[in-house]
């Protein structure tokens, strides 16, 4: 008994130094970064230093969204992965939380999800209060090294403290790889009502596997979808996320299935792809009409920017609040591990709203930036409805750096015959970034190629103007835009088109110019915001 007591002290004690040693680590870190440096950030989640990828865990509970990460604490480059955490309590201010997953002698934490189990179906329940429970993918790099194929198989980790710490099932992995399948990974868990089960969707090579269980330990495989639909290429299906949607203005669900691809994207590159449909529980069917847009090699993008991948969306958000939020890794596996930052590496995009409706060419999602967003406006300038012919330089007119503005710009197409329109941002070294619309091509467009340094990544990065369909038939062309130090976000025609995009100048932009070119003279009107800072 004396024995047992003082291992339980001991136990206690060394659990304890742990945990003082990773606070310790935490606090470490954040006064090594100022959140000032070069390309940081300033509205944008970043972790405080080294290595972030894929957003992670996704959830809602108790007042906070939780953001989970693929991070490496030792290095600015990708490396063993763990999950690196924060929380928000509005999706725009983030506090840094310390590591909640470590690797251990099953695999390195990839990609994941987790989801607040309400029933204790699991039993890791406590207290009368549901777990937290996340699944991952296990990366066995001694395996893989090894020249094995089933080196990736799937694992789960509760916590009975608000995400704070987290217990790894002893039966881990809970599901193995059984084909053999070389990329098999990013589990997304969803509780399925109709069925009353777990449903996890996990990439496997060329297509989602979906499994489903009881209680999140023992699961049993349903079905495959996509070796048939969408853009497939020499690269995995990678991060998949499977949730139920509203249909705008109607009391119709649909399901949409994110998957992220790498390589394959519109742009080149990191890209995530969707698809509509409908989910009994155990098959995913596409939406007849979806299924016309999507036969293989065509696919239908969530952001068609370069730089937002791996977005998957938040679970457990409260039915109150109802919304489908999502976020993604801002970035792309071309270059992420180069580009030339210091102290850190990596961003996640905005905190995005997923909006389904019904269009003229079939159902498609919007997204649109969250509304807390709107917190951080600071000083505002008006454009009172005005003619552009050429440019319309707003630098001296706004008072306040473009480099962390947002835009709302309305331009009237009536005349724009061949017009190319927008925003260019540019700084006293010459260097400057457009984003904007070319109506003879009916295009956006984003061009970074005189953007700032590229010398990191000289064939990828600004080879080429990265562009997008303008899908949207308004004659009004609504350009939402978001500029934050090294990355603009476009949400144009309330989201219908997405662009996400870094740049890296070699000084802050500080001149902001409206501009619509080789056509007729184009009214325009809209306000631009300061962004304050998120960062103390
Ligand atoms: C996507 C991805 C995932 C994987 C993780 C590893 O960016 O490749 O498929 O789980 O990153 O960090």
New binding site residues.
Partial sequence: MAKNSSFFVLTLCVIGVFLYACQEKLVETQARTTNTEQHRPQFHFSPAEHWM??P?GMVYYEGEYHLFY?HYPDSSV?GP?HWGHAVSTDLVHWEHLPIALYPDSLG?I???SAVIDWNNTSGFGKDGKPPMVAM??L?NRIKEKAGQNDFETQGIAYSNDRGRTWTKFSGNPVIANMNNER?F??PKVVWVESSKQWVVAI?TGNHIGFWGSSDLKKWSHLSDFGEEYGVHSAG?W??PDLFPINVDGTGETKWGLFV?I?PGGPNGG?ATQYFIGSFDGKTFTLDPDFAADVPKGRGIWLDEGKDN??SVTWSDVPKSDGRRLFTG?MSN?EYANVVPTTVWRNASTLPRSLTLVKTEAGYRFLSQPVKELEKLRGKSCEIPATQISGSLDLSEKLGFTPSRSELILEFDLINADGTNLGVELSNSKGEYYRIGYNSAKNQFYSDRTKAGNHSFSPDKFATSIHVAPRVSRDQTLRLHLFFDVASAELFADNGATVMTELYFPSEEYNQVKLFAEGGNPLPVKGTVYQIQRIWK
């Fill in positions: 990828n894929d992670n693929q990708w992965m390195f990839f990609s994941g991952f993918t990366h990329d990974r990013d990439a995995a990678e991060c992220n790498n990191s991948y791996a890794w596996w």
